[in-house]
């Protein structure tokens, strides 16, 4: 019991701009249980973000502008940019179109760069405008702010699990170093049922949790042939931009396809 309480305040250590002043021993079962306590962490975050929305649209005339508006920053501000300053990373490392090896030197670099403000200026506007038109269209369901962080959780994690880490050196790779991938399986195949199983309850079909699936599944794919191929393998960068395009990738496919 006390490993996993453990591993909860580590996922929300890490992750979260939660304060936890607390000093956690970080140990094979305690970072494997903090990785699958992860995707429950966002869906608390999308729980917050989806009560605030229900009590903008239910008691004031907050306009779809406003209400995408504060999906985009509250989810910003529950993870403290963290994976929006990944995604900014792999911008300026990418688009410097230099050999691997620089562009793992750029993505350790804490400065910013051009193509960097680019990279994330197009992100944010990205996912405000669909937000915006699934707002508009009336597609916006509260159960998809709560279940798409948890779903590009859980793919992160099978990302994780499947490459070898870009250095050996760095958080992700003691992370990766330090977890148990048979157990983490099982728990993110535990998770992910319970997931689609509770999408297909508040939806009352399967057209969605399946269409949201496959999308992953592909958009997964494509991710990791870009970083096997650009940064030859993985990095704590590469793993919070992989958050943040999943999740735009997925708010797109429910507003084109569900």
């Given at each position: 019991?006390?490993?996993?309480?453990?591993?909860?305040?580590?996922?929300?250590?890490?992750?979260?701009?939660?304060?936890?002043?607390?000093?956690?021993?970080?140990?094979?079962?305690?970072?494997?249980?903090?990785?699958?306590?992860?995707?429950?962490?966002?869906?608390?975050?999308?729980?917050?973000?989806?009560?605030?929305?229900?009590?903008?649209?239910e008691w004031t005339a907050s306009s779809e502008v406003l209400l995408?508006?504060?999906?985009?920053?509250?989810?910003?501000?529950?993870?403290?940019?963290?994976?929006?300053?990944?995604?900014?990373?792999?911008?300026?490392?990418?688009?410097?179109?230099?050999?691997?090896?620089?562009?793992?030197?750029?993505?350790?670099?804490?400065?910013?760069?051009?193509?960097?403000?680019?990279?994330?200026?197009?992100?944010?506007?990205?996912?405000?405008?669909?937000?915006?038109?699934?707002?508009?269209?009336?597609?916006?369901?509260?159960?998809?702010?709560?279940?798409?962080?948890?779903?590009?959780?859980?793919?992160?994690?099978?990302?994780?699990?499947?490459?070898?880490?870009?250095?050996?050196?760095?958080?992700?790779?003691?992370?990766?170093?330090?977890?148990?991938?048979?157990?983490?399986?099982?728990?993110?195949?535990?998770t992910f049922t319970i997931a689609i199983s509770g999408v297909v309850y508040v939806t009352g079909g399967i057209l969605?949790?399946?269409?949201?699936?496959?999308?992953?599944?592909?958009?997964?794919?494509?991710?990791?042939?870009?970083?096997?191929?650009?940064?030859?393998?993985?990095?704590?960068?590469?793993?919070?931009?992989?958050?943040?395009?999943?999740?735009?990738?997925?708010?797109?496919?429910?507003?084109?396809?569900?």
């Open positions: 019991m006390k490993n996993i309480w453990h591993s909860v305040l580590l996922a929300f250590q890490f992750f979260t701009v939660l304060p936890v002043h607390k000093e956690i021993p970080l140990t094979k079962t305690t970072i494997t249980g903090m990785f699958a306590f992860l995707p429950w962490v966002g869906a608390i975050m999308g729980s917050l973000v989806a009560a605030s929305i229900y009590g903008l649209t995408a508006f504060v999906v985009v920053g509250l989810f910003a501000f529950f993870t403290g940019g963290l994976h929006l300053d990944g995604f900014i990373d792999m911008g300026d490392a990418y688009f410097s179109y230099r050999d691997r090896e620089k562009r793992l030197e750029i993505l350790d670099d804490p400065r910013v760069g051009a193509f960097g403000v680019m990279s994330v200026l197009f992100l944010v506007l990205g996912k405000f405008v669909v937000l915006h038109e699934l707002f508009v269209q009336d597609k916006l369901a509260l159960w998809s702010l709560l279940f798409i962080p948890l779903f590009t959780r859980v793919g992160m994690i099978f990302y994780f699990i499947s490459m070898k880490c870009s250095k050996e050196k760095g958080l992700a790779y003691f992370f990766r170093t330090h977890i148990k991938p048979g157990v983490l399986v099982a728990l993110m195949a535990v969605a949790p399946l269409v949201l699936l496959v999308v992953l599944a592909v958009a997964l794919f494509v991710f990791r042939q870009f970083t096997l191929r650009n940064f030859g393998g993985v990095s704590g960068d590469l793993l919070g931009a992989l958050i943040e395009g999943m999740e735009v990738v997925l708010w797109v496919t429910l507003l084109l396809c569900v």
